[in-house]
T-cell receptor, first 115, second 111 residues
Framework: DGGITQSPKYLFRKEGQNVTLSCEQN?????MYWYRQDPGQGLRLIYY???????QKGDIAEGYSVSREKKESFPLTVTSAQKNPTAFYLC??????????????FGPGTRLTVT | LAKTTQPISMDSYEGQEVNITCSHN???????ITWYQQFPSQGPRFIIQ???TKVTNEVASLFIPADRKSSTLSLPRVSLSDTAVYYC????????????FGAGTRLFVKA
């Protein structure tokens, strides 16, 4: 089955530690995204990647880093510089440069708790 | 991207038709209107997309008036499992690189 996987589902870290969230897709999509969602809020875009080896900052990129070395993978690192890292993180992908690019496919999310 | 306004929450009962309206007064000529559904602790799921008039799929209908300054998502005969947050997005690249999800509309379906 095609889709997006995120791991782990729950992640706990101590303050001051960097942590990397995994996102893999087998949909052959060019574009991938990372969002953050806080309780009762909408989604905020952290980073996006239109194509391999390219990525752009979203609205709240400070304290985060990404890489896109493979088409299938778009890992997100939450660094110690992120002041409020506890949140629900969602990865998504879409086909780009076509009408079908309008539909984003989301992973199940990773709930990160930093204490 | 055009700004959208939706009700914060709505209540309904099982079996009823639910209509959620989204206002997007500044919609541009090339903008499409897209709706997503999100259950707690899950990623959003694409429901429907349209440009004008009416679009229907197996899940919902989307009504768009001629001026396109608003749109209405219609869910026929809702069930308890339709309790979720519904997001309205407007933009000429809503699946692309500056997608903005607002707070959405929280729909509560009661028995």
């Amino acid at each position: 089955d095609g889709g997006i996987t995120q791991s782990p589902k729950y992640l706990f870290r101590k303050e001051g530690q960097n942590v990397t969230l995994s996102c893999e897709q087998n949909l052959n999509h060019d574009a991938m995204y990372w969002y953050r969602q806080d309780p009762g809020q909408g989604l905020r875009l952290i980073y996006y990647s239109q194509i391999v080896n390219d990525f752009q900052k979203g609205d709240i990129a400070e304290g985060y880093s990404v890489s896109r070395e493979k088409k299938e993978s778009f890992p997100l690192t939450v660094t110690s510089a992120q002041k409020n890292p506890t949140a629900f993180y969602l990865c998504a992908s879409s086909i780009t440069f076509t009408r079908d690019a309008y539909e984003q496919y989301f992973g199940p999310g990773t709930r990160l708790t930093v204490t | 991207l055009a700004k959208t306004t939706q009700p914060i929450s709505m209540d309904s009962y099982e079996g009823q038709e639910v209509n959620i309206t989204c206002s997007h007064n500044n919609i541009a000529t090339n903008d499409y209107i897209t709706w997503y559904q999100q259950f707690p602790s899950q990623g959003p799921r694409f429901i429907i997309q349209g440009y004008k008039t009416k679009v229907t799929n197996e899940v919902a209908s989307l009504f768009i008036p001629a001026d396109r300054k608003s749109s209405t998502l219609s869910l026929p005969r809702v069930s308890l499992s339709d309790t979720a947050v519904y997001y309205c997005l407007v933009g000429d690249d809503p699946g692309g690189f500056k997608t903005i999800f607002g707070a959405g509309t929280r729909l509560f379906v009661k028995a």
